[in-house]
């Protein structure tokens, strides 16, 4: 890894202001894919503003139809919380379900959230619990956040301070792991809410996280695996790797959705 | 260079270091701990392992900048005296490891376990817990008798004070 300097804010404030002092800086969240990137020299940042000493950005707060999480709560925390496991099990289950339990003890919703990877989990429980993104200078819907892959709506220097996710009746998380790397080959994050059902693709798509209208219209019509007979994603949209390729991704695709739609109606 | 001050099984440390120092060098290299390992030193073999704030960490992966002020335990500091800490007592006894390489790693990642889940664990569980840690000589099956026994063992003897 090349060298930088560092430095350790004590509030988002001072972080921002060191972002923007520091015109080659990269925020250092959990640290679980960017110091790997360092240290493959795929990114050299000549600054890192930790924010591992930020209490602003900690906590989760329930209130009303929304769960809130700080942008700096590890993948463990949030598996592990009350408040998400009674609120939104699929949420916990979901983080449960991310690396190893090493990785889970440090790496962070805000830090996945803002890579953007295209095989992360996060990206589409945001989606799918129609989350709002909560920066330092805006708040910005999950629908226009996720901008193809490793891409988002944040702006140079803009830090994500918070998620808030919305409550929904009934959801749940089907992932196919990759048994390696334990990123989803297949992730599929469906959430039936009080205005609809969302559905969100992980891991699947060549242009990263993606909703799919078609499920929905039917869920919408019976939320049952049933109403998904018949109704495919394009191969075309689809990566294509060793693990995988478009084809079988798109038929995961299915498969994951009508399992993800039978542990959701499964919950009262 | 910027200071960094920790307490390493138990004893007080603090040293100037390059901000790029990772944790398990920081271990190694300064303190001469050389009990944790490097292995993939890419987060994924689990032979860095260590407790950092009482949890399972990839050392290879944390800066020693990012720990300050913490508090970690390696392989050296599960044990106090002579005697060996119930959980490295039952690799031993159960075979739980071959070349060894993975084995400090696979301990502490072991003790994490029972601190987390208590000590009647079983098979099914201390195999999904164990998915960060790789062994590339025993097939896992000694591994998990080891962390089982070791688990019952932790609950039964009185532990000898931890330095965490």
Redesign the interface.
């Known amino acids: ?6 430095h ?1 804010p004590a509030s988002v404030k001072q972080a921002a202001d060191l972002a923007s002092q520091f015109e080659d800086s990269k925020f ?1 969240a959990g ?2 894919t960017l ?2 990137t ?2 493959l020299r795929l990114a050299a940042p000549a600054n ?1 503003v ?1 924010l ?1 000493q930020i209490a602003e950005l900690r906590g989760i707060e329930r209130s009303g139809s929304t769960v809130t999480i700080g942008a700096m709560m590890k993948h ?1 925390e949030v598996a592990n919380s009350g408040d998400i496991r009674s609120s939104i099990p699929a949420l916990a289950e979901m983080a449960e379900l991310i ?5 889970r ?2 790496g962070t919703i805000g830090g996945s959230i803002a890579n953007n990877d295209p095989s992360a989990d996060y990206p589409a429980a945001c989606l799918a619990l129609n989350a709002t993104i909560v920066t330092d200078r805006r708040k910005i819907a999950a629908d226009d956040f996720f901008q193809g892959i490793f891409s988002t709506a944040l702006d140079e220097g803009e830090l994500i301070t918070r998620v808030a996710f919305q409550t929904p009746k009934q959801a749940a998380y089907a992932k196919f792991r990759n048994p390696a ?2 990123y989803a080959l297949v992730g599929v994050f469906v959430a039936r809410h009080a205005d609809g059902v969302r559905v969100a693709v992980t891991g699947a798509g060549s242009n990263g996280v993606f909703r799919v209208p078609e499920m929905e219209a039917a869920l919408n019509l019976s939320f049952t695996p049933e109403a998904l007979d018949g109704i495919s994603v394009s191969t075309d949209a689809m990566n294509s790797d060793i693990h995988a390729d478009a084809a079988y991704r798109a038929h995961l695709v299915g498969v994951m959705a009508r399992r993800a739609v039978q542990a959701a109606a499964s919950r009262s | 260079m910027t200071t960094v001050s920790l307490t390493v099984n138990g004893q007080s440390v603090t040293a100037d270091v390059d901000p790029r120092t990772l944790l398990v060098q920081f271990l190694r290299d300064n303190l001469r701990l050389t009990g944790t390992h490097v292995g993939c030193d890419t987060s994924q073999c689990g032979a860095c392992v260590v407790h950092l704030n009482g949890q399972a960490v990839k050392s290879c992966t944390v800066l020693a900048v990012q720990a300050d002020a913490g508090t970690v335990t390696t392989i050296e500091g599960l044990s106090q005296g002579g005697d060996l800490h119930p959980m490295q007592a039952a690799f031993r006894e159960h075979h739980g490891l071959q070349c060894g390489y993975c084995t400090p790693g696979m301990i502490m990642s072991a003790v994490d376990i029972v601190n987390r889940k208590g000590h009647s664990l079983d098979e099914e569980t201390i195999r999904a817990e164990l998915e960060g840690n790789l062994c590339r000589c025993t097939g896992y099956h000694n591994i998990v008798k080891a962390v089982a026994a070791g688990a019952q063992a932790m609950g039964q003897t009185p532990l000898p004070q931890a330095a965490e």
Not at chain 1, 1 to 6: D, G, I, Q, S
């Open positions: 890894m090349y060298a930088f300097e560092y350790r250092l640290g679980h110091l790997p360092m240290k890192l930790d591992g463990a690396g190893d339990p090493h990785v003890n440090r790397s334990r």
